[in-house]
């Protein structure tokens, strides 16, 4: 099954399509700013479920972050899980620089 995923910046989302279907398959929606990208919700339609869609959405938008120079905020448990399982994008990650405590 060929996932492409494609970034829809007016809906502010990366959206995956299955080949030979119009429907969309998977979202990951997204806030960027000039410094970041912060993935906030990732959705897969349950009949697209475990066959590769979040993986091409988590894979593809991290690539672009990566080619944008954005460093990466991921709210949305799915994408911090995957990166947490995939060790080449830790350098993506966001570290906040705020020296503040409680």
Known sequence: MAVTVSDAPEAKQYEARVE?????????????????????????????????????????ALDEARAANLLVLATCPFIAGWIARHPEYQDLVYQSRSRVSD
């Open 20 to 60: 030979g279907e119009s429907k969309v398959a998977g979202v990951a929606q997204y806030i960027r700013t000039t410094e970041l990208v912060a993935f906030v919700h990732t959705e897969v339609s349950p009949e697209y479920e475990g066959r590769g869609v979040g993986a091409a959405l988590a894979r593809t």
